[in-house]
T-cell receptor, first 115, second 117 residues
Framework: AQTVTQSQPEMSVQEAETVTLSCTYDTSENNYYLFWYKQPPSRQMILVIRQEAYKQQNATENRFSVNFQKAAKSFSLKISDSQLGDTAMYFC????????????FGAGTRLTVKP | EAQVTQNPRYLITVTGKKLTVTCSQNMNHEYMSWYRQDPGLGLRQIYYSMNVEVTDKGDVPEGYKVSRKEKRNFPLILESPSPNQTSLYFCASHPGQGERWRAYEQYFGPGTRLTVT
């Protein structure tokens, strides 16, 4: 079974600075998808960014980008120009292509952006 | 507006009193799931459904039941709740078909905070 590990339970960053959240995963699959979800205090799960394993190019969405290292099974999230609204819990998630609908989540990293 | 709705948002109940958390999606998605979120554990799948009348267990199905009689609805039933089922519950859906990654993007409901005393 696939597992997802987020080794940083909590992180903090100063407003306008850059922070990187780590995620590693374990799988024998070759075709899969990786996601980062943000959960603000409202508890809503919001998709931040996604990566398809067959694509070598790292995904970017405005201030959010990933460093996808398929061989190392690593999928880190970089947040540039951090804003107070980025304060949230961030979850890394894995889903294999053609799988049985089982999305695997890491334990989460609580990020605090300080003014 | 495309959305997944859950009710109730908050629920406090006592051990053994049957309850149902409703979930509905208006996006005609094939797949629906229930997750529970606990501190330090992330989200874990309870049950999922691939279509009407097709359901299967996830990682933590004990103490829960589900049904999928209509494509849009996927209720979660706790027939005899216990304190270890105190958690934050999410319903989610995804298309299961379409452009590659979009087929797998989960759309989440707003969550249900359940407390069992």
């Amino acid at each position: 079974a696939q597992t997802v590990t987020q080794s940083q339970p909590e992180m903090s960053v100063q407003e306008a600075e850059t922070v990187t959240l780590s995620c590693t995963y374990d799988t024998s699959e070759n075709n899969y998808y990786l996601f980062w979800y943000k959960q603000p205090p409202s508890r809503q799960m919001i998709l931040v960014i996604r990566q398809e394993a067959y694509k070598q190019q790292n995904a970017t969405e405005n201030r959010f980008s990933v460093n996808f290292q398929k061989a190392a099974k690593s999928f880190s999230l970089k947040i540039s120009d951090s804003q107070l609204g980025d304060t949230a819990m961030y979850f890394c998630a894995f889903m294999k292509h053609g799988g049985n609908n089982d999305m695997r989540f890491g334990a989460g990293t609580r990020l605090t952006v300080k003014p | 507006e495309a959305q997944v709705t859950q009710n109730p948002r908050y629920l406090i109940t006592v051990t053994g009193k049957k309850l149902t958390v409703t979930c509905s999606q208006n996006m005609n998605h094939e797949y629906m799931s229930w997750y529970r979120q606990d501190p330090g554990l992330g989200l874990r799948q309870i049950y999922y459904s691939m279509n009407v009348e097709v359901t299967d267990k996830g990682d933590v199905p004990e103490g829960y039941k589900v049904s999928r009689k209509e494509k849009r609805n996927f209720p979660l039933i706790l027939e005899s709740p216990s304190p270890n089922q105190t958690s934050l519950y999410f319903c989610a859906s995804h298309p299961g078909q379409g452009e590659r990654w979009r087929a797998y993007e989960q759309y989440f409901g707003p969550g249900t905070r359940l407390t069992v005393t």
